[in-house]
């Protein structure tokens, strides 16, 4: 796995506002990092220094290993950013604007014609290449931000607030956009100041605050921290004639070494492990083996809100 974007104690001042403060992060190459902290914290500031648009105060940014103050026209066909506003071409139709920044990145003639057509595929605006700018929905209009940004094909697509202000179904089909981009090896830094919109696309999260991280890491690191120990739901077909309840089950494991805790949740149980544990399956086997029916099965998804609160706790006032 390698580095693809890097922040070495990178600082960043405004006159007398301290945005950044000694922020280190590392995303490896295919990742979706979502870069999450509330308003203020320092997100927009971060990815305009990696985009080449601010220098830091101190530290170093790197792309690709590449400096990005020192060498950023070697950086610049290497990202690809969209900033949390869109800008001012609403006068101009879906394809022209494709044109326009296409010729902004040097894209002439057959291989811009091929190269619109691809993002505009890619973003599912296939239908809309005739239509006015302005006249998209906030969810067509972040996909064409995106076409937009995947013209000169990055490797690495530093997206701010790209959520923000979506529907729910305009939500789900983003998410869908960012899985295939990942699917095509692309490396995603995706900001938020809400936890939910977009914690399940990403694989590693980064929380920061008063320009500080107090955080990053993989979505199993997070867990880990929070939580020592896995958490398992369980359901089960009770069939009492034959002595199989959630009750019976939750006794049987009381005694298995794994298990730290029990407790009833409707309509089943929850199971803590112990925090040496990590892999919870073999519990499943055990309850199937003594002839339990089992309807659900699973390990809890670590609850990103549950997370914010964690590692935020006492700076968020
Ligand atoms: N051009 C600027 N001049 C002065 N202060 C700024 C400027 N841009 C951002 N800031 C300040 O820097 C801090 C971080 O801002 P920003 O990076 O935009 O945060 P976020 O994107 O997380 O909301 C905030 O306190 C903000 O007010
Ligand atoms: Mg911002």
Request: net charge negative.
């Given at each position: 796995?390698?580095?693809?974007?890097?922040?070495?104690?990178?600082?960043?001042?405004?006159?007398?506002?301290?945005?950044?403060?000694?922020?280190?992060?590392?995303?490896?190459?295919?990742?979706?990092?979502?870069?999450?902290?509330?308003?203020?914290?320092?997100?927009?500031?971060?990815?305009?220094?990696?985009?080449?648009?601010?220098?830091?105060?101190?530290?170093?940014?790197?792309?690709?290993?590449?400096?990005?103050?020192?060498?950023?026209?070697?950086?610049?066909?290497?990202?690809?950013?969209?900033?949390?506003?869109?800008?001012?071409?609403?006068?101009?139709?879906?394809?022209?604007?494709?044109?326009?920044?296409?010729?902004?990145?040097?894209?002439?003639?057959?291989?811009?014609?091929?190269?619109?057509?691809?993002?505009?595929?890619?973003?599912d605006l296939g239908g809309k290449r005739d239509a006015q700018v302005r006249s998209l929905s906030r969810g067509m209009g972040q996909r064409l931000g995106?076409?937009?940004?995947?013209?000169?094909?990055?490797?690495?697509?530093?997206?701010?607030?790209?959520?923000?202000?979506?529907?729910?179904?305009?939500?789900?089909?983003?998410?869908?956009?960012?899985?295939?981009?990942?699917?095509?090896?692309?490396?995603?830094?995706?900001?938020?100041?809400?936890?939910?919109?977009?914690?399940?696309?990403?694989?590693?999260?980064?929380?920061?605050?008063?320009?500080?991280?107090?955080?990053?890491?993989?979505?199993?690191?997070?867990?880990?921290?929070?939580?020592?120990?896995?958490?398992?739901?369980?359901?089960?077909?009770?069939?009492?004639?034959?002595?199989?309840?959630?009750?019976?089950?939750?006794?049987?494991?009381?005694?298995?070494?794994?298990?730290?805790?029990?407790?009833?949740?409707?309509?089943?149980?929850?199971?803590?492990?112990?925090?040496?544990?990590?892999?919870?399956?073999?519990?499943?086997?055990?309850?199937?083996?003594?002839?339990?029916?089992?309807?659900?099965?699973?390990?809890?998804?670590?609850?990103?809100?549950?997370?914010?609160?964690?590692?935020?706790?006492?700076?968020?006032?």
């Open positions: 796995m390698s580095v693809i974007v890097q922040l070495d104690r990178v600082e960043k001042r405004y006159k007398d506002v301290h945005a950044l403060r000694a922020v280190d992060l590392s995303i490896n190459e295919g990742d979706a990092f979502g870069f999450i902290g509330p308003n203020g914290a320092g997100k927009t500031t971060t990815l305009k220094i990696l985009s080449t648009l601010l220098r830091p105060s101190a530290g170093r940014a790197l792309v690709c290993g590449i400096d990005v103050s020192r060498r950023p026209d070697e950086v610049k066909p290497l990202i690809g950013y969209m900033p949390d506003v869109l800008g001012v071409y609403d006068d101009m139709l879906v394809q022209e604007y494709l044109e326009f920044f296409a010729a902004a990145y040097r894209i002439h003639g057959e291989k811009r014609r091929q190269v619109i057509d691809t993002v505009l595929e890619l973003t995106l076409a937009r940004v995947l013209l000169h094909d990055p490797k690495v697509l530093l997206l701010d607030e790209p959520a923000a202000g979506l529907d729910p179904r305009a939500r789900i089909e983003f998410k869908e956009l960012v899985l295939q981009l990942r699917r095509m090896g692309k490396t995603l830094l995706i900001s938020s100041h809400i936890l939910g919109e977009i914690g399940m696309m990403c694989n590693t999260i980064g929380i920061i605050e008063q320009g500080r991280m107090l955080f990053a890491g993989t979505i199993e690191d997070v867990r880990k921290k929070v939580r020592p120990g896995l958490r398992v739901t369980v359901r089960l077909r009770e069939e009492p004639e034959k002595g199989r309840t959630h009750a019976e089950a939750m006794e049987i494991l009381r005694g298995h070494p794994m298990v730290e805790a029990l407790k009833p949740s409707e309509p089943g149980f929850e199971v803590l492990l112990r925090p040496e544990c990590e892999d919870a399956s073999v519990l499943s086997v055990d309850l199937a083996g003594r002839g339990f029916r089992i309807l659900h099965f699973a390990e809890q998804a670590v609850d990103l809100e549950e997370v914010f609160l964690h590692v935020t706790k006492g700076v968020v006032s």
